[in-house]
Protein backbone atom coordinates (compact mmCIF):
# COMPACT_ATOMS: atom_id res chain seq x y z
CA UNK A 1 0.00 0.00 0.00
CA UNK A 2 1.59 3.49 -1.24
CA UNK A 3 2.41 5.86 1.55
CA UNK A 4 1.70 9.78 1.24
CA UNK A 5 4.96 11.09 1.23
CA UNK A 6 6.15 13.85 4.47
CA UNK A 7 5.73 17.55 2.87
CA UNK A 8 9.26 18.51 2.33
CA UNK A 9 9.76 21.83 4.79
CA UNK A 10 11.84 23.47 2.67
CA UNK A 11 9.07 23.65 -0.01
CA UNK A 12 5.55 23.45 2.30
CA UNK A 13 4.09 26.72 2.30
CA UNK A 14 3.47 28.87 5.63
CA UNK A 15 0.37 29.76 6.32
CA UNK A 16 -1.13 32.49 4.60
CA UNK A 17 -2.21 35.82 6.42
CA UNK A 18 -3.21 39.08 4.49
CA UNK A 19 -1.14 41.60 3.99
CA UNK A 20 -0.39 44.58 6.52
CA UNK A 21 -2.12 47.44 4.90
CA UNK A 22 0.64 50.55 3.80
CA UNK A 23 0.50 53.24 6.61
CA UNK A 24 -0.29 56.90 5.44
CA UNK A 25 0.70 59.79 7.68
CA UNK A 26 -1.40 63.25 6.83
CA UNK A 27 -1.30 66.43 8.21
CA UNK A 28 -3.97 69.13 9.14
CA UNK A 29 -3.58 72.91 10.22
CA UNK A 30 -6.68 74.63 11.83
CA UNK A 31 -5.09 78.24 11.81
CA UNK A 32 -6.77 80.64 14.52
CA UNK A 33 -6.47 84.09 14.31
CA UNK A 34 -8.91 87.37 15.23
CA UNK A 35 -10.15 90.13 13.46
CA UNK A 36 -12.22 92.88 15.08
CA UNK A 37 -14.74 90.70 16.51
CA UNK A 38 -14.24 87.72 13.82
CA UNK A 39 -12.72 84.31 14.74
CA UNK A 40 -11.13 83.31 11.29
CA UNK A 41 -10.08 79.84 10.46
CA UNK A 42 -7.53 79.47 7.48
CA UNK A 43 -8.59 77.82 4.59
CA UNK A 44 -8.53 76.56 1.23
CA UNK A 45 -11.73 76.16 -1.82
CA UNK A 46 -11.55 73.48 -4.10
CA UNK A 47 -13.21 73.06 -7.22
CA UNK A 48 -15.99 70.95 -5.68
CA UNK A 49 -17.36 74.71 -3.53
CA UNK A 50 -15.91 72.48 -0.20
CA UNK A 51 -13.20 74.40 1.80
CA UNK A 52 -10.40 72.12 3.43
CA UNK A 53 -7.99 73.19 5.87
CA UNK A 54 -3.94 73.61 4.84
CA UNK A 55 -3.30 69.29 5.00
CA UNK A 56 -0.50 67.20 3.04
CA UNK A 57 1.07 63.93 3.83
CA UNK A 58 4.53 63.59 5.32
CA UNK A 59 7.06 63.45 3.58
CA UNK A 60 10.88 61.57 3.31
CA UNK A 61 12.32 64.53 3.85
CA UNK A 62 9.86 66.24 6.77
CA UNK A 63 12.87 65.82 9.48
CA UNK A 64 9.48 65.72 12.38
CA UNK A 65 5.88 66.06 12.26
CA UNK A 66 5.91 69.19 12.97
CA UNK A 67 8.43 70.83 10.41
CA UNK A 68 6.32 68.62 7.51
CA UNK A 69 3.15 70.21 8.59
CA UNK A 70 5.05 74.10 8.83
CA UNK A 71 6.01 73.17 5.19
CA UNK A 72 3.02 72.26 3.29
CA UNK A 73 0.85 75.48 5.19
CA UNK A 74 4.06 77.79 3.72
CA UNK A 75 3.75 75.91 0.53
CA UNK A 76 -0.31 76.64 0.28
CA UNK A 77 -0.51 79.35 2.11
CA UNK A 78 2.99 81.24 2.34
CA UNK A 79 1.33 81.73 6.43
CA UNK A 80 4.44 81.33 8.49
CA UNK A 81 3.51 79.60 11.98
CA UNK A 82 4.32 80.80 15.53
CA UNK A 83 2.37 78.96 18.12
CA UNK A 84 1.51 75.43 17.59
CA UNK A 85 0.00 72.28 19.60
CA UNK A 86 -1.13 68.93 18.77
CA UNK A 87 -4.90 68.78 18.59
CA UNK A 88 -5.42 64.89 17.83
CA UNK A 89 -4.84 61.93 15.54
CA UNK A 90 -7.41 60.89 13.51
CA UNK A 91 -6.88 56.75 12.32
CA UNK A 92 -10.67 55.41 12.07
CA UNK A 93 -10.15 52.23 9.53
CA UNK A 94 -12.05 53.95 6.67
CA UNK A 95 -9.79 57.06 6.25
CA UNK A 96 -7.72 55.55 3.07
CA UNK A 97 -8.26 54.58 -0.29
CA UNK A 98 -6.96 51.30 -2.16
CA UNK A 99 -6.10 49.48 1.03
CA UNK A 100 -4.42 51.73 2.80
CA UNK A 101 -4.35 52.73 6.52
CA UNK A 102 -4.11 56.07 7.23
CA UNK A 103 -3.60 58.36 9.83
CA UNK A 104 -4.21 62.06 10.32
CA UNK A 105 -2.57 64.22 12.76
CA UNK A 106 -4.88 67.64 13.38
CA UNK A 107 -2.86 70.69 15.36
CA UNK A 108 -4.09 74.03 16.22
CA UNK A 109 -2.28 77.09 15.22
CA UNK A 110 -2.63 80.64 16.42
CA UNK A 111 -1.40 83.77 14.52
CA UNK A 112 -2.17 87.45 13.97
CA UNK A 113 -3.52 87.42 10.19
CA UNK A 114 -1.91 87.92 7.25
CA UNK A 115 -3.09 88.14 3.44
CA UNK A 116 -2.37 84.80 2.18
CA UNK A 117 -1.13 83.61 -1.00
CA UNK A 118 -0.29 81.04 -3.10
CA UNK A 119 -0.84 78.38 -5.73
CA UNK A 120 -3.92 77.37 -4.19
CA UNK A 121 -7.15 80.07 -3.42
CA UNK A 122 -6.68 80.30 0.39
CA UNK A 123 -8.37 82.65 2.64
CA UNK A 124 -9.44 83.27 6.31
CA UNK A 125 -13.33 82.36 7.17
CA UNK A 126 -15.03 83.15 10.03
CA UNK A 127 -15.65 79.71 11.62
CA UNK A 128 -19.08 81.14 12.40
CA UNK A 129 -19.52 80.37 8.94
CA UNK A 130 -19.21 76.82 9.82
CA UNK A 131 -20.76 76.68 12.86
CA UNK A 132 -23.49 79.19 12.86
CA UNK A 133 -25.19 77.63 16.04
CA UNK A 134 -21.98 78.16 18.74
CA UNK A 135 -22.22 82.08 18.42
CA UNK A 136 -24.49 83.37 21.51
CA UNK A 137 -22.78 86.64 20.78
CA UNK A 138 -26.17 87.92 19.71
CA UNK A 139 -28.50 86.04 21.94
CA UNK A 140 -29.64 82.48 21.24
CA UNK A 141 -28.83 81.34 17.20
CA UNK A 142 -31.94 81.05 15.37
CA UNK A 143 -30.47 78.29 13.41
CA UNK A 144 -31.09 76.21 16.77
CA UNK A 145 -34.50 75.73 16.56
CA UNK A 146 -33.95 73.89 12.88
CA UNK A 147 -31.35 72.12 14.46
CA UNK A 148 -33.59 70.57 17.59
CA UNK A 149 -36.35 70.10 15.45
CA UNK A 150 -34.47 67.49 13.27
CA UNK A 151 -32.32 66.18 16.78
CA UNK A 152 -35.86 65.50 18.28
CA UNK A 153 -36.97 63.47 15.10
CA UNK A 154 -34.24 61.62 14.96
CA UNK A 155 -34.01 60.56 18.85
CA UNK A 156 -37.69 60.19 18.51
CA UNK A 157 -37.22 57.84 15.35
CA UNK A 158 -34.79 55.13 16.84
CA UNK A 159 -35.77 51.44 16.80
CA UNK A 160 -35.69 50.72 20.60
CA UNK A 161 -36.90 52.71 23.57
CA UNK A 162 -33.87 52.95 25.54
CA UNK A 163 -31.78 54.33 22.25
CA UNK A 164 -34.56 56.78 22.08
CA UNK A 165 -33.91 57.89 25.75
CA UNK A 166 -30.16 57.58 25.54
CA UNK A 167 -29.94 60.10 22.16
CA UNK A 168 -32.46 62.47 24.05
CA UNK A 169 -29.74 62.72 27.05
CA UNK A 170 -26.92 63.52 24.72
CA UNK A 171 -29.37 66.03 22.76
CA UNK A 172 -30.45 67.75 26.10
CA UNK A 173 -26.15 67.33 27.17
CA UNK A 174 -24.70 68.63 23.93
CA UNK A 175 -27.33 71.60 23.65
CA UNK A 176 -28.31 72.93 26.84
CA UNK A 177 -31.75 71.02 27.94
CA UNK A 178 -35.25 72.11 25.84
CA UNK A 179 -34.50 75.04 23.96
CA UNK A 180 -30.68 75.31 24.26
CA UNK A 181 -31.32 77.98 27.17
CA UNK A 182 -28.01 79.68 28.42
CA UNK A 183 -28.29 78.08 31.78
CA UNK A 184 -27.57 74.88 30.57
CA UNK A 185 -25.49 75.56 27.37
CA UNK A 186 -21.60 74.76 27.53
CA UNK A 187 -19.84 76.30 25.37
CA UNK A 188 -16.83 73.72 25.33
CA UNK A 189 -18.98 71.28 23.95
CA UNK A 190 -18.07 71.85 20.25
CA UNK A 191 -17.01 68.48 19.37
CA UNK A 192 -19.99 66.97 21.27
CA UNK A 193 -23.01 68.90 19.13
CA UNK A 194 -21.19 68.92 15.74
CA UNK A 195 -21.06 64.75 16.24
CA UNK A 196 -24.61 64.73 17.17
CA UNK A 197 -25.66 66.54 14.06
CA UNK A 198 -23.26 64.14 11.71
CA UNK A 199 -25.18 60.71 13.57
CA UNK A 200 -28.47 62.56 12.90
CA UNK A 201 -27.62 63.42 9.01
CA UNK A 202 -28.15 67.36 9.79
CA UNK A 203 -24.86 68.00 7.96
CA UNK A 204 -23.66 67.91 4.57
CA UNK A 205 -20.34 65.92 5.07
CA UNK A 206 -23.16 62.71 6.85
CA UNK A 207 -25.26 62.97 3.96
CA UNK A 208 -22.56 63.05 1.12
CA UNK A 209 -20.97 60.08 2.80
CA UNK A 210 -24.40 58.24 2.57
CA UNK A 211 -25.42 59.13 -0.69
CA UNK A 212 -27.76 61.27 -0.50
CA UNK A 213 -28.75 63.83 -3.35
CA UNK A 214 -30.09 66.17 -0.92
CA UNK A 215 -26.39 67.65 0.46
CA UNK A 216 -26.96 71.21 1.11
CA UNK A 217 -28.51 72.20 4.38
CA UNK A 218 -28.20 76.12 5.10
CA UNK A 219 -28.85 76.12 8.60
CA UNK A 220 -25.81 73.34 9.44
CA UNK A 221 -23.39 75.40 8.31
CA UNK A 222 -20.83 75.52 4.99
CA UNK A 223 -19.43 72.11 4.65
CA UNK A 224 -15.74 70.28 4.62
CA UNK A 225 -13.94 68.33 2.75
CA UNK A 226 -13.58 64.72 4.76
CA UNK A 227 -13.47 65.07 8.60
CA UNK A 228 -12.18 68.97 8.37
CA UNK A 229 -14.93 70.15 9.99
CA UNK A 230 -14.65 67.90 12.89
CA UNK A 231 -10.95 69.02 13.21
CA UNK A 232 -12.03 72.67 13.33
CA UNK A 233 -15.04 71.39 16.09
CA UNK A 234 -11.86 69.74 18.29
CA UNK A 235 -9.60 73.52 18.17
CA UNK A 236 -12.40 75.58 19.00
CA UNK A 237 -13.56 73.55 22.23
CA UNK A 238 -9.89 72.76 22.88
CA UNK A 239 -9.00 77.12 22.24
CA UNK A 240 -12.50 77.94 24.47
CA UNK A 241 -11.78 75.77 26.92
CA UNK A 242 -7.70 77.05 27.34
CA UNK A 243 -7.91 80.45 27.05
CA UNK A 244 -9.90 80.30 30.98
CA UNK A 245 -6.38 78.21 32.38
CA UNK A 246 -3.56 79.77 29.59
CA UNK A 247 -2.65 83.16 28.26
CA UNK A 248 -3.17 81.93 24.62
CA UNK A 249 -5.30 84.76 23.61
CA UNK A 250 -2.36 86.62 23.36
CA UNK A 251 -1.05 84.65 20.89
CA UNK A 252 -3.86 86.36 18.71
CA UNK A 253 -3.30 89.70 19.90
CA UNK A 254 -0.90 92.46 18.55
CA UNK A 255 2.12 93.49 20.57
CA UNK A 256 0.04 96.09 21.96
CA UNK A 257 -4.06 96.75 22.50
CA UNK A 258 -6.58 97.94 24.49
CA UNK A 259 -8.70 96.20 27.11
CA UNK A 260 -11.53 96.77 25.12
CA UNK A 261 -9.72 95.07 22.23
CA UNK A 262 -9.13 92.08 24.42
CA UNK A 263 -12.54 91.65 25.55
CA UNK A 264 -13.74 91.50 21.74
CA UNK A 265 -11.25 89.06 20.88
CA UNK A 266 -12.12 86.84 24.61
CA UNK A 267 -16.15 87.17 23.30
CA UNK A 268 -15.26 86.23 19.53
CA UNK A 269 -13.54 82.92 20.58
CA UNK A 270 -16.18 82.07 23.35
CA UNK A 271 -19.18 83.31 21.46
CA UNK A 272 -20.49 85.22 24.47
CA UNK A 273 -20.89 88.31 25.53
CA UNK A 274 -19.04 89.45 28.75
CA UNK A 275 -19.91 92.29 31.48
CA UNK A 276 -17.58 95.01 30.72
CA UNK A 277 -16.23 95.94 34.29
CA UNK A 278 -16.18 92.45 35.35
CA UNK A 279 -13.98 91.81 32.49
CA UNK A 280 -11.54 94.20 33.30
CA UNK A 281 -11.85 93.52 37.10
CA UNK A 282 -10.69 89.84 36.25
CA UNK A 283 -7.55 91.08 33.68
CA UNK A 284 -6.10 93.74 36.25
CA UNK A 285 -6.25 91.28 39.48
CA UNK A 286 -4.70 89.00 37.38
CA UNK A 287 -2.15 91.05 36.61
CA UNK A 288 -2.35 89.69 32.80
CA UNK A 289 -1.25 92.98 31.45
CA UNK A 290 0.82 95.92 31.50
CA UNK A 291 0.74 99.05 30.79
CA UNK A 292 2.38 100.41 27.38
CA UNK A 293 2.01 104.39 28.54
CA UNK A 294 0.47 104.68 25.34
CA UNK A 295 -3.14 105.35 23.97
CA UNK A 296 -5.30 104.94 20.66
CA UNK A 297 -8.56 106.17 19.46
CA UNK A 298 -11.79 103.46 19.14
CA UNK A 299 -14.60 104.09 16.99
CA UNK A 300 -16.84 105.74 19.10
CA UNK A 301 -15.43 106.59 22.03
CA UNK A 302 -12.45 108.43 24.03
CA UNK A 303 -8.80 107.94 23.52
CA UNK A 304 -8.00 104.21 25.43
CA UNK A 305 -4.98 103.39 26.83
CA UNK A 306 -2.97 100.65 25.86
CA UNK A 307 -1.58 97.73 27.23
CA UNK A 308 0.27 94.39 26.73
CA UNK A 309 0.79 90.88 27.57
CA UNK A 310 2.70 90.73 31.07
CA UNK A 311 5.18 87.50 30.35
CA UNK A 312 6.18 87.49 33.83
CA UNK A 313 2.93 86.22 35.06
CA UNK A 314 4.22 82.91 33.24
CA UNK A 315 6.88 82.29 36.00
CA UNK A 316 4.23 83.19 38.14
CA UNK A 317 1.58 81.15 38.61
CA UNK A 318 0.98 77.70 36.53
CA UNK A 319 -2.62 78.58 35.18
CA UNK A 320 -2.62 82.58 34.09
CA UNK A 321 -5.99 82.22 31.95
CA UNK A 322 -8.28 84.74 31.04
CA UNK A 323 -11.14 83.54 33.34
CA UNK A 324 -14.17 84.19 31.85
CA UNK A 325 -16.61 85.73 34.18
CA UNK A 326 -19.72 84.19 35.13
CA UNK A 327 -23.38 85.80 33.00
CA UNK A 328 -23.25 83.90 29.62
CA UNK A 329 -24.85 85.90 27.16
CA UNK A 330 -25.12 88.93 29.46
CA UNK A 331 -23.72 92.61 29.52
Known amino acids: MPTTPSPDPRTSAAPSHAPEPALAIGLSAVIVAVTGDDPKVLTLRHGDGRDSLPSGPLERGHRTLEMGLRS ?4 QTLQELGYVEQLYTFGDRDRGEDGTRALSLAYLALVREARPAGDTDAAWQSWYRYFPWEDWRGGRP ?3 DTLEHGLRAWAAGAAQGRLSERRAERIA ?3 GGAGGHEAGWNE ?3 LERYELLYEAGLVGEALRERGSDRIAIPPSGTEM ?3 HRRMLALAIARLRG ?3 YRPVVFELMPPSFSLGQLQQAVEALSGSRLHKQNFRRLVEQQRLVEETGESTAETGGRPARLVRFRREVLLERPAPGVRLPG ?3 RR
Open 72 to 75: WVER
Open 142 to 144: AVL
Open 173 to 175: LGF
Open 188 to 190: ERV
Open 225 to 227: RED
Open 242 to 244: KIK
Open 327 to 329: GFG
